[in-house]
T-cell receptor, first 114, second 112 residues
C-alpha cells in the first residue's frame, strides 16, 4: 500500500460530460503529480503541485484543470470529455517535489468515456 | 531535449531465467535514472535508482548500472520468479527536472 488514495476507482461517463478525480497524498507528502496512462500514449505527465501551488505543467489539455487544496488533497477536473480521454489516471505524491524523494503512486482511476 | 528509449515487450520467460530489459537515454549531463515497476491492478512503485554515472542501483534481486559510455541503464535479474510478472518502466527527469518522464514500459510475464 503506497498510502496514496484515489477515488473513484472506476468512472464511466458520456462524451461532453465533466468529471472530477480525487487524490489524497501520502501523509507528510507535499507534492502531488497527475499522470495519464493510455495504451497508445503510455504514461504522460499532466501537472504537478507543491504545497498548494502549481509547480510544473506537462501535456495537460485546456479542457483539464487541477488544484491542490490546503489539506494537500488534489482534484483533477476533466471537462467536455471525448472518447480519447478514456484512460487510467494516476496520482502520485512525493515529500519534497524534487527527484531526491521517490514518487508514490495511487492505484489509479479508470475513466471510460462512451 | 532529454528522451528515453525502452525495449519493447512483451517479454515472456520461464522461472529462474535471466532477465534483461534495455533502456537507453539521451540527456544533457548525467541525470538520475530510475526503474519503476507496476504490478497488475496497482500503481507504479520505485524499484531502484542511480544518481550518478557508474552507480549501480539494486533492489529485490534486480540491478541496473548507469553507464555513461553507452548512455544505458539496463535492468537485469539473474533468476526471475513468477511474482516478478509486471510492467517495468525506465524513467528520468525532464522539463524543469522536477518531474519524471517514463519510457513506454515493458510487460514481463514469468511462467512457472
Amino acid at each position: 500500500d503506497s498510502g496514496v488514495t484515489q477515488t473513484p476507482k472506476h468512472l464511466i461517463t458520456a462524451t461532453g460530460q465533466r468529471v472530477t478525480l480525487r487524490c489524497s497524498p501520502r501523509s507528510g507528502d507535499l507534492s502531488v503529480y497527475w499522470y495519464q496512462q493510455s495504451l497508445d500514449q503510455g504514461l504522460q505527465f499532466l501537472i504537478q503541485y507543491y504545497n498548494g501551488e502549481e509547480r510544473a505543467k506537462g501535456n495537460i489539455l485546456e479542457r483539464f484543470s487541477a488544484q491542490q487544496f490546503p489539506d494537500l488533497h488534489s482534484e483533477l477536473n476533466l471537462s467536455s470529455l471525448e472518447l480519447g480521454d478514456s484512460a487510467l489516471y494516476f496520482c502520485a505524491s512525493s515529500q519534497t517535489g524534487g527527484l531526491e524523494s521517490p514518487l508514490h503512486f495511487g492505484n489509479g482511476t479508470r475513466l471510460t468515456v462512451t | 531535449g532529454n528522451s528515453v528509449t525502452q525495449m519493447e515487450g512483451p517479454v515472456t520467460l520461464s522461472e529462474e531465467a535471466f532477465l534483461t530489459i534495455n533502456c537507453t537515454y539521451t540527456a544533457t549531463g548525467y541525470p538520475s535514472l530510475f526503474w519503476y515497476v507496476q504490478y497488475p491492478g496497482e500503481g507504479l512503485q520505485l524499484l531502484l535508482k542511480a544518481t550518478k554515472a557508474d552507480d549501480k542501483g539494486s533492489n529485490k534481486g534486480f540491478e541496473a548500472t548507469y553507464r555513461k559510455e553507452t548512455t544505458s541503464f539496463h535492468l537485469e535479474k539473474g533468476s526471475v520468479q513468477v511474482s516478478d510478472s509486471a510492467v517495468y518502466f525506465c524513467a528520468f527527469p525532464s522539463g524543469s527536472a522536477r518531474q519524471l518522464t517514463f519510457g513506454s514500459g515493458t510487460q514481463l510475464t514469468v511462467l512457472p
